[in-house]
């Protein structure tokens, strides 16, 4: 009866586990998207295109000087997304939001798009890092 027990906490610890690493949002393995569909990635976040071996992942965000929206500024500003795409190889690339490039070339002939990054700065407000929200978009 003991043995039985045990073995019975056992595995719902083992099953609580299991379900917790699943719906992990940090999870290496992360959401498998549709090619052409938009998505969007938190920092530290990545995706996988469906039917592809391809695996884009939101690294970070540098330099974000875009304009604030409650502020009339003279240039519109430029924010620095950092990714990461791994397939048969693995390369780390920066997109623009100022200016070209808003888009690369993976070596596998793929192209990822930034459409945009949120939030949209306000001058009365700092972002903090993980608040950023890249929205992607993967096409041939």
Do not use: W
Request: proline share 8%; glycine share 8%; charged share 15%.
């Amino acid at each position: 009866m003991i043995a039985n027990s045990r073995i019975l906490v056992c595995c719902s610890v083992v099953l609580c586990l299991l379900g917790v690493t699943a719906c992990d949002e940090k999870s290496p393995v992360g959401p498998t998207v549709p090619l052409s569909a938009r998505f969007a990635l938190a920092p530290g976040e990545s995706a996988t295109v469906e039917g592809l071996s391809l695996r884009v992942q939101f690294l970070r965000v540098s330099g974000d000087s875009r304009c604030p929206a409650d502020v009339l500024c003279i240039q519109g500003g430029d924010a620095i997304v950092h990714l990461r795409a791994s397939g048969s190889v693995t390369a780390d690339y920066e997109l623009h939001t100022g200016g070209p490039p808003h888009s690369v070339t993976t070596p596998t002939g793929y192209r990822i798009e930034l459409t945009e990054l949120q939030p949209y700065p306000f001058s009365s407000r700092t972002i903090s890092p993980g608040d950023y929200r890249a929205t992607l978009v993967v096409t041939r």
